[in-house]
């Protein structure tokens, strides 16, 4: 789809579910399709991407965007947000499956909503890229695997601890 059409679009939906004052932003993300910045209200499609996926494609990544826009950060891929995404009409998965980007098995989540994804179990607690610069403990993000809650591995969880036990004494 090209990217005046995907604005338009997306300008449409955003009006169509009461967020007029949203806006559409495009960046040059490779593995993200979409993603919803709650602190400056902008829906950011990878200009990449939106290039070479069908509308089918991008309405679902834009209805995703809009449903995290509509019930706020704190919801992530809770049941809320889950709902809400089937209620405007996206299907409510986490990752998308598009020919465009090979889905990710791993998906990780911030405090505040950042996704992050991996093809391969994360071996280390790692911490948002874009809540902090640093590794910082109070935004470690969550993994979830095809979109599943599983344990991670008694090293991975002990390297948690640690880190967590450092930061409360
Ligand atoms: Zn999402
Ligand atoms: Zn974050």
């Known amino acids: 789809m090209n990217l005046f059409e ?73 049941e809320v947000w889950r709902r809400t995404a089937q209620r405007i009409g996206a299907t409510g998965r986490v990752s998308l499956h598009t020919s465009a980007s090979p889905a990710h098995d791993w998906v990780g989540t911030c405090p505040r909503g950042h996704e ?25 993000v969550a993994w979830r695997y095809k979109g599943r809650d599983v344990p991670m591995t008694p090293a991975y969880r002990a390297e948690e601890a640690a880190l967590l036990a450092r930061t409360s004494a």
């Open 6 to 78: 995907a604005r338009r679009l997306t300008v449409t939906l955003l009006h169509r579910h009461g967020l007029d004052a949203w806006k559409v932003e495009f960046s040059r993300a490779k593995t993200r399709a979409g993603a919803c910045r709650h602190e400056r209200r902008a829906i950011v499609l990878s200009a990449p991407l939106v290039t070479v996926m069908s509308e089918a494609e991008v309405v679902e990544t834009v209805l995703h965007e809009v449903a995290h826009a509509m019930v706020g950060a704190q919801h992530a891929h809770d």
């Open 116 to 140: 992050a994804q991996r093809h391969r179990r994360p071996a280390h607690p790692m911490s948002c890229g874009e809540c902090a610069r640093r590794f910082d403990v109070t935004a470690l």
